[in-house]
């Protein structure tokens, strides 16, 4: 508990830039050093995280009802395993995860959780480092199409499943990129504000 | 004390006093361990170089093959500007654009702007007008710029379509593959807080 909490800018009523971490007088607008906007906590932050990833949700079972799963299938039973498996985690494991793991910080904003801050500022950042590699399967579309365009191998056609695909991956980068994880702190003080809860 | 002397971290909001953080060494926020500042000596003129370095490899990697294919004598390559065209046509058309502006449009835009913020700084000039702005248009792009994992996608293309042809990577392949390596020091080595400290008007 002791380690954990720490004198932030709010509790000190300033409000501090997120991009170049200068602090200023609580309620100035813009930061005089780099320009950005500045908010103390966004109430509407929570917000934009779930709309944007009901919208990668949304785009995200269309892009998999089309033929990814089918493709990767055929890859497998054709003997290319390896590359089967990494087709599979790429476009269903890794994009299910990121959005679990962004509804889990979601929600941990509000109520409280088991996960220490430090694990999910840890999971957060996973989320963010992970979020652009899954464009990778967008990519490799593209590719084939252009490489096998003089029908030497074989015709490949990008289907409308790379767009939505796409519009997922964009989707939840920016999802994850609503999410203030200065929220994940704030329980902290919360907490400390709130009666002390009886030992279990 | 004057709030100049302060630093709020970005990821948990604690407050600390600025750090006396000597080059070569970091600063953590000691709550959340998010770096906070890391001085290196040298760096602009690192970045500087490797922004140009990524200029050049980016305008190279356009105009050489990045893959070959070749069943039965016949032979195709392809080159970033047909790959990043190959949605052409209908509401694809979009996805196009957006492989373009990821691979292509945002590392250069995103050189460009350190360019144009870091140059001044190195030579000990005041830096330009419109530094502040800039340097914020390429912290903001910094995610929407996958150079480095269109690299990781050639490779992957390429043990697909290795049992059906006989395919072999082309100059631009190992153009990118430099790039991602740049990209990856150049990132490393920008202390954001110095920056703002040398670009700053306040």
Known sequence: MSDLHALTAREAGLVACRLCSRVWPGGTPRCARCGAALQSRDPLALSRVWAWWVAGVMAYVPANLWPMIAGALELWAGGARGVALIILAASVLIPLLKFFAIAYLALSATRPVLLSPHARLRLYEVVEYIGRWSMIDVFVVAILASLVQLDVVASIQPGPASLAFALSVISTMLSAQAFDPRALWDGIERDAAAPARAPA | ?202
């Open chain 2, 1 to 202: 004390m004057a709030l100049a002397d302060l630093v709020a971290c970005p990821r948990c909001d604690a407050l600390w006093r600025v750090p006396a953080a000597a080059p070569g060494t970091r600063a953590a926020c000691a709550r959340c361990g998010t770096v906070l500042i890391s001085p290196r000596r040298h760096a602009g003129m690192a970045i500087v170089s490797m922004s140009l370095a990524a200029v050049v490899l980016v305008f190279g990697a356009l105009w050489f093959p990045f893959l070959s294919v070749e069943v039965q004598g016949l032979g195709h390559g392809a080159t970033l500007w047909e790959v990043a065209t190959s949605f052409a046509g209908g509401p694809l058309f979009v996805v196009s654009l957006a492989v373009t502006a990821a691979i292509v449009v945002l590392p250069l835009l995103r050189a460009g702007l350190l360019l144009y913020t870091l140059t001044p700084v190195v030579f000990d000039r005041p830096p330009r007008p419109l530094a502040a702005p800039a340097f914020r248009l390429s912290e903001r792009l910094r995610p929407w710029s996958m150079a480095e994992i269109f690299a990781i996608g050639c490779a992957v293309s390429l043990t697909k379509v290795a049992d059906l042809a006989t395919v072999t990577l082309g100059p631009a392949f190992w153009m990118f593959a430099a790039l991602v390596v740049v990209t990856v020091v150049q990132d490393r080595l920008v202390c954001r807080w110095s920056v703002w400290q040398a670009i700053g008007r306040a």
